[in-house]
């Protein structure tokens, strides 16, 4: 009898590792997909049908997590992400722990309203006095006798505080309508027509109920139209492998042309 037990849990254990070296050869097998994570702001402006388009080119999978600049960021300290896309600088101990900042377009940020909306466009002074407070009304920029609805992105998005740096000088922000994810604000504009808000302009581009206002004078396609935001890819080393191959993809690649195409400006 006791022959026999032995017998048997010697046929277990081989049959468990027979099972793990088969799953160890099926996993060498299937490639790793290449772990991104992605600022709501840049995945609007790329698209994913671009992401679809570089899987098809390179033969490489993608696993996207589209979150916060932050979040990104912190997804790739933490293990969850080979790369991440972030819609503001790192900060000085990023780098002291190796981390490397490699920028490869700028974007104007776009102020939204509501197509319907007959405001010919807004100085920055005006700007600053709408988001301040201090302005409540488009008839005193313009626009017809409607008060102004302030919708912003969550203040642990890089729009938000890219905003704030760039128009408000770190001063008052206010706002009656505050969104989670960055991108959410063009629905909420799209829906209200005294609404207001601030975003990535490529992430706009083709929507029909939402459209950029001139900032003095100028709109986001024009050359000195004063605010940007540089969109960069960060990874924890030097790039090499598949995040290499990703950034040469969107820097010197097929990628690159999407970007010139949607009013992007490649950085060298």
Not at 68 to 88: K, V
Not at 125 to 140: E, K
Request: hydrophobic share 40%.
């Amino acid at each position: 009898m006791k022959s026999h037990l032995f017998r048997l849990s010697i046929v277990s254990v081989c049959a468990l590792v027979v099972s793990a070296a088969i799953a160890r050869t099926a996993a060498a097998g299937t490639p790793e997909p290449l772990r991104f994570s992605c600022s709501a702001q840049i995945f609007s402006a790329i698209g994913e049908q671009a992401l679809e388009e570089f899987e098809q080119d390179t033969g490489i999978d993608i696993a996207t997590h589209v979150c916060a600049s932050g979040a990104a960021i912190s997804r790739l300290q933490h293990g969850l992400s080979d790369i991440a896309a972030t819609t503001e600088g790192i900060f000085h101990h990023h780098r002291d722990y190796g981390y490397v900042e490699t920028p490869f377009c700028k974007d104007p940020l776009a102020v939204l309203v509501h197509k319907d909306l007959t405001v010919q466009g807004l100085s920055a002074s005006d700007l600053r006095g709408i988001f301040s407070g201090a302005v409540t009304n488009w008839q005193s920029v313009g626009g017809p006798d409607l008060s102004i609805l302030l919708v912003v992105p969550s203040k642990n998005t890089a729009a938000f505080r890219n905003f704030d740096r760039q128009v408000q000088m770190r001063g008052d922000l206010k706002y009656d309508v505050m969104s989670y994810r960055s991108t959410r604000i063009i629905d909420v504009v799209s829906r209200f027509p005294e609404a207001v808000s601030f975003i990535s302009h490529a992430a706009t581009m083709g929507h029909p109920v939402v459209k950029s206002i001139p900032i003095n004078g100028l709109t986001p396609t024009d050359p000195a139209y004063p605010f940007h935001q540089v969109f960069s890819f960060v990874t924890k080393g030097t790039p090499a492998d598949l995040p290499a191959r990703f950034i040469a993809y969107w820097r010197t690649g097929k990628g690159r042309e999407l970007i010139m195409k949607k009013n992007m400006q490649p950085v060298e």
